[in-house]
Each structure stands twice: as structure tokens, then as C-alpha cells.
């Protein structure tokens, strides 16, 4: 039986689910929260077994029932505004906790995670006033007519499942259109990275979210708290951050039941870079995209084209720039790229690394681990990494690291770099660097990604659709399209 602590996100050290307004413990098994930078425990954290998992869907079906559906829209605003501006007035905790949970700099937590994490709540605000629906006059042969309209209803309960590299932001993304729409939410953060989602059920408290709307259950995935959640047969709809083959299980899990699915998965996203493009620009968008957090970016490049006339000097100075990045403490301002998550992944990662050295590869950078200061050397860093000489169906060049990598090979041909960038499983984005405006919309339109940059990277408006194609997901959200997949379309027909 779950029992209750007295109401705070963390308490001597450990975390809390947090279900129906009140942080509990429960589930009998605990999990170690490990700082990536130096391997030091952080929290630890408690795992939910399938009856706190239950209690929690049951928590967020009861507050269906309660104030929450029945807000008007504005008022439903003015409680996520009061989100946002308990986020941002908590901000050095919420860059703190994400820190330690996830190793990255903490230059890059405080511009990019937390900041955006409250847009998402201001932006979701706002759109859910401008929302419309349809309407039609029918004929009749009564010669009355009716009256067709449409409403939408939230879906209910939403299962939410995050992933660990961007924690707040992916996790708000989600959360904030689904408590615009009215629905309640269950969210399971990543085992990696639990702490600032159960932060937020204070700052919901705080705002005044009725209890049962924002529910939080931690665990791991298969066999524990995200499969028991993802089946759990009073979950309405379930969205999901994270990598295709769990996309794939969670599908299957969704199938029972036919619930609806929102799923941003991997990428092995192509930059393309034209001989004709501002070189200092794409060298300083592409050293960002291959190598932010430290390369733990879903929309990351992994695959990079140069024309030929400029292969030479656009590997030199990238190759420049990734040499130039510093490691170490997250918190020390000078520090330009954190570590790997965990262990695990660094194994991994270190397992690509020498793949692509077994498959032919030059390596120009990088290549193994860096030796850092003794505190930081139990830290998960990596190298960056550049490779060239690898063939296209290079295993390298098919499956996702997800680690501070690329390879470049140089192209002569518009239609052959389209080719080579599309000759992939994945479809979730693009960049594409050139000054010729012609050629940048013709490219954009046959690269098959759910978002292609061009000049730019990482450069998001709320409002625009933001998804997968291939195996890079289905569906999209952000602007009206989160709205659609977080509420159902009823008509109404009205015999006039
Ligand atoms: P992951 O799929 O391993 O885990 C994501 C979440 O799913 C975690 O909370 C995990 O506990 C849970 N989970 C795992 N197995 C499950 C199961 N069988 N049932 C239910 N839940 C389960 O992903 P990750 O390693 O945390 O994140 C990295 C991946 O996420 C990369 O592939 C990256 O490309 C992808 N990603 C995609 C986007 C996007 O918008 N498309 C954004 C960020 C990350």
C-alpha cells in the first residue's frame, strides 16, 4: 500500500510519485538516480508496481469527474500561465535538477530546457483560445434544413511516456496540450531522468491543477511502470517520445483496446550542405546539431553531405569546432558538452565507434574517451567524432547513435545528395544550408522528414506540426495538430 509523505516532490534524498495532488511512496523496488557527469548518486527513486500505476490512472479518471473538464477554456489558460510562471520562478532549481539528472551543461538547461518547457505551457495556453471547429448547413427535404457542427471533448485519460535528453521540455510538450484540452494525464518520465517531473506536480499543486489531473509514475519500461501504464485498459490515448523499437511495443500495447497513438521516435537525420551556403553559418549550425547535448538530440544530424568544392575546408573547420568543445563540470560556464547519459549508453555508443573503425572509417575526431579531471573521470564523456570513407550502407550510417558523431561524405549532385539523404528507415528532419532560394524550397520538398531546416537548426515555432515521417513516427503535434490528437471530434446535428 502506497503510503504518504508530507507533500514534497524529493524527501531525505528520494523521490515520490506523485498521484491524485499528493506525493507517495510505493512499489517496493527502487531504482538509483545517477549523475552522468561524475557517476554520484543523485535520488533514489521509487518504482511503481501495476497497483500504484493503477491507482494513478484511477487518481486522473476521478478528477474527470471533478472541476477540471468543466473550466471554460480561459480558465483552463489561466491555470497553465500559472504553470509557466511557477517554472520560471523556480528556474535555478528546475536547471539544478536537470543538471544532475542528465550531465549537460548547465548553459544549455537554462536556455534551451526549462525556458521552453514554460513556453510550451504559455503557448498551449494560447492556442487553445483560438481553437475552431467546423460547421454546415445541410438541406433537407423538408426544406428546413440542419445544422451540422462539430465540438471537440477531451479524450480522457492520456498516458504520457518520456524519454531522458531533453526530460522537461519533451515531457511538457506533451502535458501542456493535454490539460488545455481538458484530458488528465499519467505520466512516466525516464527512469534516466525523474526529477524535474516530479518537481512540476509541486509547481501544479502551486498553480492550482485540481489533484488526479497531473499524475507521476516512475519505473522503468517493459515489464514495469511504462508497459503497465501503456496497457492499463481505463488509459484514453497514450503519447510517446522515444525510440522506434519501444514505439513499436507500445503500439501493440495500444492496439488493445484500439487507443489512439502519438509517437515521435529516432532519427539518422541528413545535413545537406550546398557549395553555395554561408560556410561560417552551417559550420556553426551544423557544429550545434551534431554535437548539442553532446549528440542526445532526436532532430540531431548524424549524416552530413558537402558539395565537393567546399568537403575539404567544411571538414577542417567542423572538424575545428568539435575539437574546440570542452568537457567537464556542467556547472563550470566554460563547459560545452556534457556526458552520455549512462554507462550503458556510452557502451554503446563506444560499440559504433569502433564499428565504423571495423567498417573502413577515417576517423578525422575524436574516437574513444577523454581524460578529464579525477571528479569527472567516472563520468559517462565521450569523445566527439567525425568519420569520413564510410559506404553508404554502412551500419554506421543506417542505425542511430545518438551520441556526439557524424560522417561526411562529400556529393556532385543535387539529385544524388536527395537520394542519399532519403536512403534511409528514418524520416524525422533535415538541414539544408545554401543561399540559392530556389534550390532550398525544391530540396525541402523531397527530403522525406516531418521538418526540414534551411539555414538553421533546432528553430521551432510552436504552432507548426512537428512529427515523423517513415519510421520516425505517426502523427504530429504542437499548434492545432497537439489539439487534435488531445481531444475527440464529436458532430452535432441539428434538424432545424
Ligand atoms: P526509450 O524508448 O528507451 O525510452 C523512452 C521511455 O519509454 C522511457 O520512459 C522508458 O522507460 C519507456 N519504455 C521503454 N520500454 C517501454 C515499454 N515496452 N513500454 C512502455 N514504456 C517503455 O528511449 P530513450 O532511450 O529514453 O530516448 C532516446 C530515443 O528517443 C532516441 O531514439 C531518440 O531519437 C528518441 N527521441 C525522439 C524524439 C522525437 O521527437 N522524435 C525526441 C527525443 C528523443
Known amino acids: 500500500m502506497a503510503t504518504m509523505n508530507c507533500g514534497r516532490a524529493l524527501t531525505a534524498g528520494r523521490l515520490s510519485h506523485f498521484i491524485g495532488g499528493q506525493f507517495v511512496d510505493g512499489g ?37 469527474e471533478g472541476p477540471w473538464r468543466r473550466m471554460s477554456e480561459q480558465e483552463r489558460a489561466c491555470v497553465l500561465r500559472k504553470v509557466a510562471d511557477g517554472i520560471l520562478r523556480r528556474f535555478d532549481e528546475f536547471v539544478r535538477a536537470e543538471v544532475l539528472d542528465t550531465g549537460k551543461p548547465a548553459s544549455l538547461a537554462a536556455h534551451i530546457d526549462i525556458p521552453r518547457s514554460a513556453a510550451n505551457f504559455n503557448s498551449f495556453a494560447d492556442q487553445i483560445l483560438t481553437l475552431s471547429t467546423e460547421s454546415f448547413r445541410t438541406a433537407t427535404p423538408d426544406g428546413a434544413g440542419a445544422l451540422n457542427y462539430a465540438i471537440r ?46 518537481l512540476l506536480g509541486e509547481v501544479m499543486h502551486e498553480a492550482g491543477v485540481p489533484p488526479g489531473v497531473y499524475n507521476v509514475v516512475h519505473g522503468l519500461g517493459q515489464d514495469s511502470a511504462g508497459e503497465y501504464l501503456t496497457r492499463h485498459p481505463k488509459v484514453d490515448g497514450i503519447t510517446f517520445t522515444g525510440e522506434t523499437k519501444t514505439g513499436v511495443a507500445i503500439m501493440k500495447a495500444a492496439a488493445e483496446g484500439v487507443r489512439p497513438v502519438s509517437l515521435e521516435l529516432g532519427g539518422k537525420n541528413a545535413a545537406v550542405v550546398f557549395a553555395d551556403c554561408d560556410l561560417d553559418r552551417a559550420i556553426e549550425g551544423v557544429t550545434r546539431s551534431v554535437f548539442a547535448n553532446c549528440g542526445q538530440v532526436c532532430l540531431g544530424t548524424e549524416r552530413v553531405y558537402v558539395e565537393r568544392p567546399i568537403f575539404d575546408e567544411f571538414l577542417a573547420k567542423l572538424t575545428g569546432a568539435g575539437a574546440a568543445l570542452r568537457m567537464g563540470d556542467p556547472f563550470d560556464k566554460a563547459t560545452t558538452m556534457g556526458p552520455l547519459i549512462s554507462k550503458s549508453h556510452r557502451d554503446k555508443v563506444l560499440s559504433y565507434y569502433e564499428r565504423a573503425k571495423a567498417e573502413g572509417a577515417n576517423v578525422i575526431l575524436g574516437g574513444g574517451m577523454p581524460e578529464l579531471p579525477s571528479r569527472f573521470n567516472s563520468g559517462f564523456f565521450i569523445e ?16 542511430e547513435v545518438f551520441g556526439p558523431c557524424c560522417h561526411i561524405a562529400p556529393f556532385d549532385h543535387e539529385e544524388a545528395v536527395i537520394m542519399a539523404a532519403n536512403n534511409s528507415p528514418y524520416g524525422l528532419a533535415t538541414s539544408i544550408w545554401t543561399e540559392n532560394l530556389a534550390r532550398a524550397h525544391r530540396v525541402a520538398a523531397r527530403i522525406e522528414v516531418g521538418i526540414a531546416w534551411v539555414n538553421c537548426w533546432f528553430l521551432r515555432d510552436l504552432r507548426t506540426p512537428f512529427g515523423g515521417s517513415k519510421q520516425s513516427g505517426i502523427g504530429r503535434e504542437g499548434g492545432v495538430h497537439s489539439m487534435e490528437f488531445y481531444t475527440d471530434l464529436r458532430n452535432v446535428c441539428v434538424k432545424l
Not at 51 to 62: G, H, K, Q, S
Open 28 to 64: 517496493g523496488l527502487t531504482l538509483e538516480n545517477i549523475n552522468p557527469a561524475t557517476a554520484d548518486l543523485v535520488n533514489v527513486v521509487p518504482v511503481a508496481d501495476s497497483v500504484v500505476v493503477d491507482d494513478a490512472v484511477t487518481a486522473a479518471r476521478r478528477a474527470l
Open 153 to 198: 471533448v477531451p479524450r480522457g485519460v492520456i498516458a504520457v511516456v518520456c524519454p531522458w535528453n531533453l526530460p522537461l521540455l519533451l515531457l511538457t510538450w506533451k502535458v501542456a496540450p493535454a490539460l488545455a484540452c481538458g484530458n488528465a494525464v499519467v505520466v512516466k518520465p525516464s527512469e534516466e531522468t525523474p526529477t524535474t517531473a516530479t
Open 384 to 399: 566527439p567524432t567525425i568519420w569520413t570513407g564510410l559506404r553508404e550502407d554502412a551500419v554506421v550510417l543506417r542505425e
